[in-house]
């Protein structure tokens, strides 16, 4: 693995890092995008994500048919949002279901990590975009109240827009 890449992998774990949900989007059987709040629980060195789910659910049965999903995260506090278009698979691994368990998953789970429906999503990242303001909160909340009462476009400097290329 290149350092580019390393970099590159750093970086997206940084932008979506303190991003406790993201929305994970599917194509269900009739060709309609479905979503739904998902946690992500790592992003590995190559930068795929990786999701723990249900072998039971719609999710799940998705990406069995359809695996190209997409899944954006938001903090609108910070004025950060990055979208993420990849290839899902499905991951029945229990050594991995192991590694990444935790007391927030079991919450979801109460039969515990042995659930023979307990399974994993795994994200391949190809096209990955970031928005990310530089301007702090309390900033953007005046420059958006004077353009409301002025009536022209906030004079905030354009977020930061950009390409992770995985």
Same mark, same amino acid.
């Given at each position: 693995?290149? %350092?580019?890449?390393? &970099?590159?992998?750093? =970086?997206? #774990?940084?932008?979506? !890092? ?7 989007t599917t194509t269900d059987q009739h060709g309609h995008l479905i979503s739904q709040p998902m946690t992500n629980q790592e ?9 723990? #789910?249900?072998? &039971? #659910?719609?999710?799940?049965? %998705? ?12 903090? +609108? ?11 899902? =698979?499905?991951?029945? =691994? ?7 368990? %935790? ?6 789970? +109460?039969?515990? !990590? ?7 999503? !795994?994200?391949?990242? &190809? ?8 301007? %702090? !909160?309390?900033?953007?909340?005046? =420059? ?7 009536? &022209?476009?906030?004079?905030?400097? +354009? ?8």
């Amino acid at each position: 693995m290149s %350092n580019d890449h390393t &970099s590159q992998v750093a =970086e997206l #774990t940084d932008k979506i !890092k303190s991003v406790r949900f993201a929305m994970f989007t599917t194509t269900d059987q009739h060709g309609h995008l479905i979503s739904q709040p998902m946690t992500n629980q790592e992003v590995d060195a190559d930068g795929a994500l990786w999701f723990f #789910t249900s072998s &039971s #659910t719609e999710l799940w049965h %998705n990406i069995g048919t359809s695996p190209n999903v997409n899944v954006s995260f938001a903090e +609108p506090e910070d004025a950060l949002y990055v979208s993420i278009s990849g290839v899902a =698979e499905r991951v029945v =691994e229990r050594a991995r279901i192991d590694a990444l368990w %935790n007391p927030m998953v079991a919450a979801w789970f +109460p039969n515990g !990590k042995d659930d023979p429906h307990v399974v994993l999503v !795994k994200v391949a990242s &190809s096209t990955v975009q970031y928005w990310d303001s530089k301007e %702090n !909160k309390l900033t953007r909340m005046v =420059e958006m109240a004077k353009a409301v009462i002025t009536g &022209s476009r906030p004079a905030l400097d +354009p977020a930061d827009h950009g390409h992770i290329k995985l």
